[in-house]
């Protein structure tokens, strides 16, 4: 963001220690050691951070989506999970009474094209006669994903597609996992003229109860046949009104994300290409999705959340969107490049649907999507993790110069690291993944430091015979703290973390951009070990990854001011400072981070960094810490100030759904502000110094 001349908006300054780093030096302390850190405030030196810099990765993955993020509440709403075979597994459905009641199968009867299985319900008793059906009448049941979450008050829309020969008699309730407490339920019944072909019914339910571990259930007392298909129980209020569970959407609006990459990983190539995620199979009415099993986390999703609803949900969160396309290539078979032109042509209908005039043949599918204006898709990656395959390059150019050609601006991500070695082949960015234990991360502060900055600004059209004149920009697309370090989401994963955020902060004027992975897990189905936010049906909490975003969810657009750190060792603290504008309470600040890597953790465990003018003591010693700030253009006003410090006893320690606030920043004031401080860092800690400046003229030299 720029650096308007009015002091209305509020500029911070945010300084960051890490260890091994050019502008932040690193130093290793005993106990109640002193350090100096010195800020050079000044806007001459000052260096501009990219607007991109922090953003977000979303795939589906440990029902990231499915059951989580899109509020669906019933899994397998469409009974094609089990495949378009008949008959076919209609599983978490079941049925309610005995057999002797009632039997249940599929075919395929649907009305919906691409969806044909539906389900056939014989109900084989009647509310009089020889076979009487049990008081509360017989029927299926779906519990949703591990229960459906149904709170008292809160009012839930509810549809459903109905087919008989004859008139029928519904009760449709949302009840406890056991069926004993009913805390919404409606009776609908229909002559058999209404349906005699498929009826869609739709209505809304208020419930008179709480209950975490709810189902929905479809019952009658009624002799007869009757065929079900797409079922839906959405809650009424979601974020925004674009169908995202609320509670989830909040927590990454939060984060301040300037992008959404979407939808994976490894979830969009695939173990097989005809498991692949498809755009066009997950656009237009819901019911006409077909869905898919995805093959490498082996859970079905009805795709509820398409292509549409990624790009509607990062137009909502105020970031723009990345999507990760595929190339032709899954983890076990390939397109040759020689056919490779039916995908190409997939793609780029599918940025026409998100980039199209709503008169265009795939923006007019969007536009009655409800979305006639254009989204702002700029950033396409061809592949994830692809580079080296044996068709990558070859398809990778094929779509490479068919999208430069259609549309110039968008910027494209290749999948080959160009850290190490330059890239053979033209791209605007280049992404890098890395997974790791927690000192290797830390120690990574340094990963870009020497990158070269000399690169010429060349037309990429020339790349073909100027193969080594570009100069590429890193995409930190996926980064983590794993393994034993990590557990399910510990404070020294998310120590490391901080300090490998700081080096990719210091260095971005060559990194634009970085993203934490996985974004979420439901606590029934954890694929991948940590993840920055862990929820079920009813509850949500951050990891210690999760609140370190945080400290650097005003980096993007920040500026960037040299510090410097004077202590008797070596390799353990790490620091750096920004600049920042907010809109929010007219006031500026000066934040510094800092980070203290202890000789114990150099030899296991792994320092944290924050955001603002932050410290970081990731040792086991507390740390006398003098901090001198010179350059700045207004004075520090105490009032105002504050202190954020995350920190635990230990540093294994975790949040849960029973301490869901074990790890989190706690924010006290700051009365001792000033452009000299001393202060003492605890252990394993970052901490975050926000100074609030006098309101003053601001004016940004860069």
């Keep these: 963001m720029g650096h308007p001349a009015s002091s209305s908006v509020a500029a911070i300054y945010s300084l960051f220690?890490?260890?091994a780093i050019p502008h932040c030096i690193a130093y290793e302390l005993k106990a109640n050691w002193t350090a100096l850190l010195r800020v050079t405030a000044s806007q001459e030196l000052g260096q501009k951070i990219p607007d991109t810099l922090f953003g977000i990765f979303f795939e589906e993955i440990n029902h990231a989506g499915a059951g989580g993020l899109w509020a669906e509440l019933v899994s397998n709403r469409g009974f094609e999970a089990g495949g378009p075979n008949t008959p076919s597994n209609i599983d978490p459905w079941s049925i309610i009474g005995n057999e002797s009641f009632i039997s249940v199968s599929t075919d395929r009867t649907s009305c919906f094209e691409r969806n044909k299985v539906a389900l056939r319900?014989?109900?084989?008793?009647?509310s009089k006669g020889s076979i009487v059906c049990p008081q509360n009448g017989v029927g299926i049941y779906n519990p949703g994903y591990w229960g459906m979450n149904i709170e008292q008050g809160k009012i839930y829309k509810v549809i459903l597609h109905v087919r008989s020969s004859e008139s029928v008699t519904i009760s449709v309730s949302l009840?406890?996992?056991?069926?004993?407490q009913k805390l919404a339920s409606t009776n609908r019944l229909a002559a058999a003229s209404d349906v005699s072909n498929w009826t869609k019914m739709e209505f809304l339910l208020q419930s008179e109860g709480t209950n975490s571990n709810s189902r929905l259930q479809l019952t009658t007392n009624k002799k007869g046949v009757i065929w079900f298909d797409q079922v839906s129980v959405m809650p009424l209020e979601t974020y925004k009104g674009h169908g995202f569970r609320k509670e989830l959407a909040s927590m990454l609006e939060e984060l301040k994300p300037r992008y959404m990459r979407f939808p994976g990983g490894c979830f969009v190539e695939g173990e097989w290409l005809r498991n692949a995620f498809r755009w066009r199979a997950t656009i237009g009415s819901w019911e006409e999705r077909p869905g898919h099993f995805g093959d490498v986390w082996m859970y079905w999703t009805d795709d509820g959340l398409g292509y549409f609803e990624f790009l509607q949900l990062a137009e909502d969160l105020g970031a723009f969107p990345i999507w990760v396309i595929?190339?032709?290539?899954s983890h076990n078979d390939e397109v040759d490049t020689t056919v490779i032109s039916p995908f190409?042509?997939?793609i780029l209908d599918g940025i026409e649907f998100a980039r199209g005039s709503p008169d265009s043949t795939w923006g007019s599918a969007r536009a009655a999507m409800g979305h006639p204006e254009p989204f702002q898709l700029n950033y396409v990656a061809i592949g994830n993790e692809d580079c080296g395959k044996k068709f990558y390059q070859g398809n990778y150019l094929k779509f490479y110069y068919a999208i430069k050609a259609a549309y110039?601006?968008?910027?494209?991500?290749?999948n080959c690291d160009g850290s190490s070695r330059q890239l053979d082949h033209p791209a605007d960015l280049y992404d890098f993944h890395v997974y790791t234990s927690a000192s290797n991360l830390f120690s990574m502060n340094t990963q870009f430091d020497h990158t070269s900055r000399t690169g010429p600004n060349v037309n990429k059209d020339s790349f073909v015979d100027n193969p080594f004149m570009m100069q590429f920009q890193v995409f930190v697309s996926e980064y983590a703290v794993t393994g034993s370090d990590a557990g399910t989401g510990s404070l020294l994963a998310a120590l490391a973390e901080a300090g490998f955020l700081i080096g990719l902060e210091r260095n971005s004027d060559v990194v634009q951009m970085a993203s934490y992975a996985p974004l979420f897990v439901n606590a029934n189905d954890r694929c991948w070990n940590p993840d920055a936010i862990v929820f079920n049906s009813w509850q949500q909490y951050g990891t210690p990854s999760y609140w370190v975003q945080h400290f650097f969810k005003e980096s993007s657009g920040a500026t960037l001011h040299p510090t410097t750190i004077q202590a008797n060792a070596s390799n353990s603290l790490v620091a750096s400072a920004i600049t920042w504008q907010s809109s929010v309470d007219n006031s500026d600040y000066l934040k510094?981070?800092?980070?203290?890597?202890?000789?114990?953790?150099?030899?296991?465990?792994?320092p944290n960094q924050n955001f603002f003018v932050q410290i970081v003591n990731f040792g086991n010693d507390i740390v006398n810490l003098k901090i001198s700030v010179a350059g700045l253009q207004n004075a520090v006003n105490s009032v105002g100030s504050t202190m954020t410090v995350l920190t635990s006893s230990n540093l294994k320690d975790e949040n849960s759904f029973e301490e869901p606030n074990k790890v989190v920043p706690i924010r006290t004031s700051l009365p001792n502000a000033g452009t000299q401080m001393d202060v003492v860092i605890s252990p394993y800690s970052v901490t975050s110094f926000d100074l609030s400046l006098a309101q003053e003229?601001?004016?940004s030299a860069i």
């Design 17 to 19: 220690i890490l260890s």
């Design 121 to 126: 319900m014989e109900v084989l008793c009647d």
């Design 175 to 180: 009840t406890s996992s056991d069926g004993l």
């Design 326 to 329: 595929n190339n032709g290539i």
């Design 344 to 346: 190409v042509q997939e």
């Design 408 to 414: 110039p601006d968008i910027n494209i991500i290749s």
């Design 592 to 606: 510094i981070k800092f980070v203290n890597f202890g000789t114990d953790i150099m030899n296991g465990k792994v």
């Design 697 to 699: 003229e601001y004016r």
